[in-house]
């Protein structure tokens, strides 16, 4: 049974603060690895994948994966209050989707305080 | 060019009816997926199709089913619905079977009274 695991929150972060979201997953298997940004009562939206140990800087994004670990994080800098939403971390075996698709966690909901 | 598109947005519906939602893959994409996201809940997988064919189901009763036409567009059937089948319904794409990442559609809300 794969399973990946968020802090549902809220997480609370001051606007201009970085945010840090974590996300653990048990599948060793895993080999890629994705965040996407659900407004709500919207769709997911994607923002970053990695599929290599280390780190992956996009404008604002990093995400930080550490196999050895089972752990991927995403930091957004200077967080803007456009950034509040549910982040979900999202994990495959192969290189996006797949036999099962993506495996999500539950999200972790962020609040940008202004 | 166009995202995933899913119809229809809102669906109200009565316990024991059947339920059908349709979806309509970004251009070039041959693989669709369908997830349920129920209140409160994580996105749970579906299914998965691809050229045409069923490759995968989740963990769902066979009441749930689906089927992708010649177009790559796919629709979701959710027969005797229940009352806990009350969810927003997720299609996304992705090229071909082994492609990067998949992209959702905006979801059809299903409501099940």
């Known amino acids: 049974q794969k399973e990946v695991e968020q802090n549902s929150g809220p997480l609370s972060v001051p606007e201009g603060a970085i945010a840090s979201l974590n996300c653990t997953y048990s599948d060793r298997g895993s080999q890629s690895f994705f965040w996407y940004r659900q407004y709500s009562g919207k769709s997911p939206e994607l923002i970053m994948f990695?599929?290599?140990?280390g780190d992956k800087e996009d404008g604002r994004f990093t995400a930080q994966l550490n196999k050895a670990s089972q752990y991927v994080s995403l930091l957004i800098r200077d967080s803007q209050p456009s950034d509040s939403a549910t982040y979900l971390c999202a994990v495959n075996q192969g290189s996006g989707g797949g036999a099962d698709g993506l495996t999500f966690g539950k999200g972790t909901h962020l609040i940008i305080q202004p | 060019e166009a995202g995933v598109t899913q119809s229809p947005t809102h669906l109200i519906k009565t316990r024991g009816q059947q339920a059908t939602l349709r979806c309509s893959p970004i251009?070039?994409?041959?693989?669709v997926y369908w997830y349920q996201q129920a209140l409160g809940l994580g996105l749970q997988f579906l299914l998965w199709y691809d050229e045409g064919e069923e490759r995968n189901r989740g963990n769902f009763p066979p009441r749930f089913s689906g089927r992708q036409f010649p177009n790559y567009s796919s629709e979701l059937n959710v027969n005797a619905l229940e009352l806990e089948d009350s969810a927003l319904y997720l299609c996304?794409?992705?090229?071909?079977?082994?492609?990067?990442?998949?992209?959702f559609g905006e979801g059809s809300w299903l409501t099940v009274v």
């Open positions: 990695i599929y290599s140990n």
């Open positions: 251009s070039g994409h041959t693989s």
């Open positions: 996304a794409s992705r090229i071909g079977s082994s492609g990067n990442t998949i992209y």
